[in-house]
């Protein structure tokens, strides 16, 4: 089957939404705590659009995003969420690599990220490396900021 990776429109924070929240579950995390935590978020048009959102398709169904944020030198790559059928199949790592790509097409140098526990792993197969603690997260933990240098 074919995945393509699109631009991101406003109005689907429904689905981006319920493939973080699916994404998070997979983990093991209680379904309410994770629906709360997706509560916590915003999805929103208007939000949306301050993004790069790009999203993972199949046969016209998203089933992975990530969402970019330039801050000048850095880009930050706020979100990288996968369904699990999807995990493993190299649909994260696509999303990574466009992410970054877009990045430094933007004239970003640096590529950083807040690392979910379960995810660091999969991060440091993409070339990432510990650069700092993150605050505390409303999981009570603080997790890893993970960084990539984006070649010219």
């Not at 579950?25 to 309410?32: A, E, L, Q, S």
């Not at 790559?77 to 369904?83: F, R, T, V, Y």
Request: charged share 30%; with cysteine.
């Amino acid at each position: 089957m074919s995945v393509a990776i699109r631009v991101g429109s406003p109005h689907e924070g429904a689905r981006l939404k319920e493939i973080a929240i699916a994404s998070k579950g997979h983990w093991g995390y209680g379904p309410d705590r994770v629906r709360r935590w997706a509560d916590e978020g915003d999805f929103a048009p208007a939000r949306l659009r301050q993004l790069t959102v790009l999203v993972a398709e199949v046969e016209s169904r998203a089933i992975g995003w990530s969402s970019l944020e330039s801050k000048g030198e850095t880009c930050w790559l706020g979100d990288l969420w996968i369904e699990p059928d999807w995990i493993g199949k190299g649909i994260g790592r696509a999303l990574f690599l466009r992410s970054a790509e877009h990045a430094r097409a933007l004239g970003a140098k640096w590529l950083e990220w807040e690392a979910e526990p379960n995810a660091l792993g999969f991060y440091e197969k993409m070339g990432g490396r510990y650069l700092r603690e993150a605050e505390p997260s409303s999981w009570g933990r603080r997790n890893a900021i993970m960084g990539v240098e984006l070649d010219a």
